[in-house]
């Protein structure tokens, strides 16, 4: 049944009152983010939407780069950029695709090989579109194609291997799985491996004791590919786990049963892994299942594992992104206590550092290493998953380095006299934003916003400085930039990065605010929230014109919030939807206008419309039911009945 005859719960908001701060404040990124998105794909782009760049790039290194760099407009378009701004996003993913399948990396769409850390970032692009216009048959189509990929029914791409339930190679794509990597493969890269840990303790060429490994040398470079070959790319790790989210983000668009099985199924055999590990997570299992198989019987040492390069966070980001998953697909909490038991496991081992308690982030030969305190934000994810008492204690107990009140404007100089430093895709508020759930930061909602338009502000600056020029890259000098610029753009490896490091469409604030949730994990992870905004009036995603929210309590039980219409003379309909993907139900709500005028509504229903009078709002606390319904990206107005069949293609037998 088509959902534009389903008859939706609704109240009308009439009484007039002053345009709140944060309204205009979001209105005014909003409108500054539908100019900037032009000008920066403009400043980048050939007229015929390339990027401005080299004419090669000779490794498996950086497809992901620039699909990170401009995957923010169609994250953008979700929550209320306008037509333009989805036109750019549509433009500039075919565009790099197509550029760096000429490069060689891209085959099919799809990276050709690499890990699911760089696959995860580069894909965030492509879920992004579900949140956009889902009946797109092209991103559906996609979706199912990538989907074969990694569960046996793509024979081009034999990723999985599902007697044994590995992927059988940490590098894996399009092309199947990459168990052998050769000097090609990590070239571009090696300038910026230099600054890390080597990958193994036993390198004649280098002294392990020395942090830093020079793969810039050609023996070292050598010597690394060898063991590579030997020890590391047969086999899974626990980094494959986010190709959970591209099988989730299938699901959504099919409700394909066999997506959600691969997704509970490959995390139970983590968890299986685990149980016969003494409760460890391992990092690198063999082709045949078996625990350090290729690397002397070690459960540490495998590919983005326990020793390198960056130890416990690539244990608990994909597995956080996995458990996530998992609960949204099913509705079932116990997916999350491998995540939990990993925690627990690791705060288990704690010790006194100077008077600071902290925790081991890497295993080497000699045992349990590099201790720090304990990262709050992946348990911060788990709990706006689960929101049990148990989670908060799980965060409460962590030490704290530093004010987790301060709000980060990453870059950026000025904003209370201190300066942001450098974070993932510029997500560097989520700590924050949990302070100001639990009622920690009153007015967190006006400051970050106002952290927002001064992000905007500073990275404008930088994309049109002489040195945001891209056609001046290769000629980078330091001493004579005319701006700070946050990376290297004489290195190979950095400089792949630069349309990050000048791009100004960013809205961490924003969308913390419309979704109740933080922003998602930059290494894979799906936007969870706890309610979506969509435009009544239009039959579109994102806020209607002029229309504005806050969320400003979340619980397992309610949601609470304000909505403003700033527009002096015209109403507006906001339709919103509980849960990013409709996961959740609103039982009722209670309605207050500005007049102090109650209403409470009854809804039983995913969907919930406001009518919004001129320079009229309301607070709204809203109580729902979590996890209730199969995640989708149908809209108010369309189910998946409405949507035109996926291409089927001829039989490969008929090409004989």
Known sequence: ?????????????????????WAKQEREIIDKLNDAAVEFVARYCRPDGTLIWRDQWGSMDGSDDPYEAFMNLALFYSIGGNERVYELARQMWDMITWQWTQYGQIHREFDGYYDWMHHGE?????????????????????????????N????????????????????????????????????????????????YEDLKSHDFSNKRCHWSDDAVYAEILEKMNLRMNRGDVPLNLNATTLMTHGFMYSHDDSLKQWVTDYLNVWHDRAKANNGILPDNVGLTGKIGEYNDGKWWGGYYGWRWPHGYTTIIEPLTNA???????????????????????????????DGVTKSPMKHFDTGWDDFRMVNPRNMIYIWTT?????????????????????????GVSGLDGKTGNATKHYIANTVSWFQYMRGEIPDYPERILDMNLTLIDNQLRKMRSKTGAPRGWDNYDPATSDIEVGLDLRVDGYQIHAWQEFNPVYFEGLAQMIFGGPMHISHGGLQHGKVRPFDGQKQRTGLPDDVAMIVEKVSATSVEMQVANISANASRTLVLQSGTFGEHNFTKVSVVQSDGKSEDVAINDKWFEIELGP??????????????????YETPWQSRNDWDAIIKGRPAGNFK
Not at 1 to 21: C, D, E, F, T
Not at 617 to 632: C, E, H, I
Request: proline share 7%.
């Open 615 to 632: 320079n009229s709002g309301a607070t709204l606390k809203f109580t729902l039911d979590l996890y209730v319904n199969p995640p989708t």
């Open 386 to 410: 689960s929101m049990a008492e148990e989670d908060l204690a799980r965060i409460d107990r962590m030490p704290r380095g530093s004010d987790w009140n301060e709000i980060i404007a990453p």
């Open 1 to 21: 049944m088509s959902n534009s005859s389903r008859k939706i719960a609704s109240v009308k908001v009439s009484a007039a009152h002053s345009n709140p701060k």
């Open 122 to 150: 580069g894909m965030l692009y492509f879920y992004f579109f579900g949140l956009t216009k889902p009946e797109s048959l092209v991103d559906r189509q996609r979706a199912q194609s990538f989907a074969n990929m990694y």
């Open 152 to 199: 046996g029914k793509d024979p081009e791409a034999p990723n999985y291997d599902p007697e044994h339930k590995v992927i059988r190679s940490p590098l894996n794509g399009s092309r199947g799985p990459r168990l052998q990597v050769t000097h090609e493969d990590w070239q571009t890269h090696r300038t910026v491996l230099d600054d890390y840990l080597a990958p």
């Open 323 to 353: 458990s996530m998953n998992a609960v949204l697909l099913t509705g079932e909490m116990k997916h999350l206590e491998l995540a939990r038991s990993q925690e627990d496991f690791i705060w288990s081992l704690r010790k006194d550092v």
